[in-house]
């Protein structure tokens, strides 16, 4: 971290979502977002290629009390978007172009594990596939996203 870098009111945030030191200076003037704090997402590896975090169930529910399709969604934006801007650099900036999922198995309690893995890291687009998984290992559901990366 630069010496010169001086905490901001989203510092706090950034630790309780479990960004890495080396990168508050970088997200200390936006944070992580109040979707991501809500949702209850903690971050794991932070790199352009591979992104972890995790995600609560309980709070993200469905009324038949199975995690909600669209909390999937979230998590799989969050990390395939922290993982393109990572790429993008701190002169750029990226926007989500496209995102789908296909949901496996439902889950009613826990910690749901989501991991981005890119697929194409280009001048232009950022490609990720997340797979979300239960305690187990088993496999939640499958997402794919693409972001346009822009110049600031």
């Known amino acids: 971290m630069n010496s010169n870098f001086t905490p901001h009111a989203h510092t706090a945030e950034l630790v309780a979502a479990g960004v890495p030191e ?11 977002g ?7 997402i903690v971050f794991g590896e932070m790199s352009a290629a591979h992104m972890t975090a995790t995600m609560p169930v309980e ?8 995690l909600h399709g669209g909390a999937h ?4 934006e969050t990390l395939g978007s922290f993982a393109a801007a990572m790429h993008a650099g ?5 926007v989500g172009i496209e995102i789908g999922a296909t949901h496996h198995r439902g889950i009613k309690s826990g910690l749901v594990t989501g991991t981005a893995t890119a697929i194409h890291l280009g ?8 797979v979300m998984t239960d305690p187990e290992g088993r496999k ?13």
């Open 22 to 32: 080396e990168m508050h200076e970088w997200l200390s003037h936006m944070g992580v």
């Open 34 to 40: 109040a979707l991501v704090v809500k949702m209850g």
């Open 59 to 66: 709070g993200n529910t469905q009324v038949a009390g199975l």
């Open 73 to 76: 969604l979230v998590l799989a």
């Open 90 to 94: 701190p002169h750029r900036h990226v």
């Open 123 to 130: 001048r232009t687009l950022a490609t990720h596939e997340v």
């Open 140 to 152: 939640l559901s499958t997402a794919r996203i693409t972001n346009m990366i822009l110049d600031n």
